[in-house]
């Protein structure tokens, strides 16, 4: 099939039979159709950063077997699949430009080809005016749209997010996220992005799964039954809230969980 | 996983020290080098030696002293440098200065005030040790948290009570690092001098026993000043461990 | 005020002299110490010292440098091999190295290879320790973003690993240098036939103690050249952190 197919992951960390081996996921299975965006959401230590890894082919799962497009996983595909990572993962000693760059060339892609989708992901994001700036020299939100027009340069069908918007002020994540839907609107890609708030799930996904505490489980699968790019009303309505609700009574138990467990990893 | 990489580790130890076993019974020159063996059986005989083991005291007693009055005088000279701006301003340049001039070229200066006994070589291990003890209480004056600082003048402290709550506790901690600093430094003053005095204690023997060609005592007698070097630094670092253990962030 | 008080010290040094408080065998006024530079560097035998010193400390800095960078990248990059091997060489390190040139003077003489011997020891120290260091710093987050885009290993080295571990690795070239030129320095003064080092205990053996704080004043130039030049080169390669 088209998309992702996500079939009985496990993962677990540390030994067998070693008595702090964790066990983060349990039998993950999800089907992510082409063009959507699909939300990963669950307390600390769930494991689903671990899932995205495993998708992206940076970790081997203990059990099962991830497919894209109908071929399985085995090892990072650049050339279908991107990645945002959570922290700073822009290299700070080259420019914006240099890192959009160095990410063309790890790729492979043609010589040619480097500057001009260098430029073309620069205005997407509305970065240009910032392409000879080192990292350090931007705030959090502007490192994280040249994170992703990294990412957008290598234009791959699928997009994964590993809470990008995590570091960040609270305002300056509803903007990126608008920016974000509209992007999306405008590429199709598949998306999978981990977060842990939930009005940020709710606003962007198309679905959302819900995981249970450590080992971390699907619970839920909800829809978000919206079209993008998504309004800024779309932010304030009622739809938003009763979801945003649901997904609230879903986790609050197992955040609870997780916390007793000691689970912040 | 941790116990595992100490094993790994005495392996490697123990493979070293079987390598050089070997290859200094196969290969060496016995002008030269000696196997571990021998010069293990020969360090044992050296303790027995009392013109050898009177040396060794006399190299820990010109430490010990040139440890405190490096320490002692360091802290001396730093309080009035790390408290006052003033002070600082003036002397700072001066003691960078000084700090700047390659020690052991000054050698043959301290020999010629000192003679060739103990004077000089605590002199020189004061000199090497003292500016460690120095900078790292001037830095750690001026790095004295401002927080606690503006909570002391909320609570109305005089510059007086200041310096007494709160400057000098959180100088603490950064003395045993200047402490610790300061031993190697100590260690290097005056080991320098006892190797370039070569007519009494460590000196003279090491030239001795390499005019004579007698690897293995040169090795041994190496071996007990090195025991006595690492003595020393796993003593001051364990003193700065346990007397920075209220600091929150050891790293800086 | 700084200024101000240095002139001070200097004018202090000048009248204790000039008033035969200060003994000019031990310290000779500033003036026939200028003096005294003046004919040294004219002499041409303190360029041969010079030089012999400096092509010492080149060697000795090769040897370490090499050694050193080779296996602190073959330690660094495994977080086992670290664990290992960095308390080994943090303990040995702690050894005060001076301890070795009755060695070195034993294996090698007393000509220059002992204290290239000194030197390349003294320098493999802070080397081997901060590439250790260095590289296994290397930000697993960068490693795995360019991964992810598909980077190879001789890319990954050099866009990755290698940038990352550039600032720690070269402040311990850094250090190896100096403290290269000053076990060179130690060696010279101990036990030497030549290089800076032994013309000043020369000239002070010899009485001339205007001459020696001659030969002293070239040495803490030498010092102070290589500690603004490798400053500068550490600089240059940190320039993203600054910029």
């Known amino acids: 099939m088209e998309g992702i197919s996500i079939r009985g992951i496990s993962q677990a960390f540390g030994a067998v039979g070693d008595e702090r081996r964790v066990v983060a996921l349990e039998d993950a299975t999800l089907d992510i159709p082409a063009g959507e965006l699909v939300c990963l959401i669950g307390p600390s230590g769930c494991g689903k950063s671990s899932l995205l890894d495993i998708i992206a082919g940076l970790a081997k799962p203990v059990a099962g077997s991830v497919t894209i497009d109908g071929e399985p996983v085995r090892g990072p595909l650049p050339k279908r699949v991107s990645f945002v990572f959570q922290e700073n993962a822009l290299f700070p000693w080259l420019t914006v430009y240099d890192n959009i760059l160095a990410g063309l060339a790890f790729q492979g892609a043609p010589k040619d080809e480097r500057r001009p989708r260098a430029d073309e992901a620069l205005t997407a994001v509305g970065l240009e005016a910032f392409r000879a700036h080192y990292p350090r020299q931007l705030s959090g939100g502007m490192k994280q749209r040249a994170q992703l027009a990294r990412a957008l340069a290598l234009q791959t069908e699928i997009l994964l997010m590993d809470e990008p918007f995590a570091a960040l002020d609270e305002q300056t994540r509803l903007v990126l996220g608008e920016d974000l839907s509209v992007q999306l609107s405008r590429t199709r890609k598949t998306i999978v992005f981990v977060t842990h708030s939930l009005v940020e799930a709710v606003f962007l996904a198309d679905r959302i799964a819900v995981f249970t505490a450590r080992p971390g489980r699907i619970k839920t699968v909800l829809s978000v039954d919206e079209p993008h790019p998504r309004a800024p009303s779309f932010m304030t309505s009622p739809k938003l809230a009763e979801l945003r ?16 467990m000691g689970a912040e990893v | 996983m941790r116990g595992n990489a100490g094993a790994v580790r005495i392996g490697v130890i123990v493979l070293l020290v079987l390598l050089w076993e070997l290859l200094a019974r196969r290969f060496g020159n016995p002008l030269l080098v000696a196997p571990p063996s021998t010069t293990l059986v020969t360090t044992i005989a050296l303790l027995g030696d009392p013109q050898v083991t009177q040396a060794l005291l006399a190299a820990l007693r010109e430490l010990a002293i040139a440890f405190v009055i490096a320490v002692v005088a360091g802290l001396v000279i730093a309080l009035p440098l790390g408290l006052s701006t003033f002070w600082r301003g003036a002397l700072l340049p001066l003691v960078l200065g000084l700090y700047a001039v390659p020690q052991v070229t000054v050698l043959p200066l301290f020999v010629r005030i000192f003679g060739l006994g103990p004077p000089t070589k605590i002199a020189f291990g004061v000199t090497h040790g003292i500016f460690a003890v120095i900078l790292t209480v001037i830095a750690a004056a001026r790095a004295v948290d401002p927080h606690l600082l503006r909570a002391a003048t909320s609570l109305g402290a005089t510059r007086r009570q200041m310096i007494v709550a709160v400057v000098l506790p959180s100088l603490v901690p950064s003395l045993f690092t200047g402490m610790r600093l300061a031993m190697s430094g100590v260690l290097l003053g005056v080991l320098l001098a006892e190797l370039y005095v070569s007519t009494t204690g460590i000196g003279f023997f090491t030239q001795a026993f390499t005019n004579a060609f007698a690897p293995a005592k040169l090795f041994g007698l190496i071996l007990l000043l090195a025991a006595i070097a690492i003595a020393l630094n796993e003593l001051t670092r364990m003193a700065e461990r346990r007397f920075s253990r209220w600091r929150e962030n050891p790293a800086s | 005020m700084q200024i101000g008080c240095v002139a001070l010290a200097f004018v202090a040094w000048q009248t204790g002299s000039s008033s035969g408080a200060l003994d000019p065998l031990i310290l ?141 690795v070269i402040a311990g070239l850094r250090m190896g240098l100096v403290l290269g030129f000053l076990a060179v320095l130690g060696g010279e003064t101990l036990t030497s036939n030549g290089g800076l080092g032994h013309e000043i205990v020369t000239m002070a053996e010899s009485l001339e103690p205007a001459k020696m704080f001659a030969y002293i004043v070239v040495a803490i130039a030498a010092a102070s050249a290589l500690n603004l030049l490798t400053s500068y080169a550490e600089l240059r390669g940190r320039r993203h952190e600054t910029a």
Do not use: C
């Open chain 1, 245 to 260: 609700n649901t997904l609230y009574e879903l986790l609050h138990d197992e955040a609870r969980k997780a916390m007793e």
């Open chain 3, 28 to 168: 000779p006024a500033p003036a026939a110490v200028a003096a005294a530079l003046g004919t040294v560097l004219r002499s041409g035998t303190v360029w041969a010292a010079l030089g012999l010193t400096l092509a010492e400390l080149a060697l000795a800095f090769a040897f370490a440098a090499g050694s050193g960078l080779l296996i602190g990248f073959a330690i660094g990059r495994s977080p086992f091999a670290v664990r290992v091997f960095d308390p080994l060489l943090a303990g040995l390190y702690a050894v005060p190295t001076i301890l070795l040139f009755p060695l070195y003077l034993l294996f090698f003489g007393i000509g220059p290879p002992s204290k290239i011997a000194l030197g390349a020891t003294m320098a493999f120290f802070p080397i081997v320790l901060s590439t250790i260091a260095g590289f296994a710093q290397v930000s697993r987050v960068h490693l795995a973003a360019a991964q992810s885009m598909g980077a190879n290993a001789p890319q990954l080295f050099r866009y990755v690993m290698f940038p990352d571990a550039f600032p720690i």
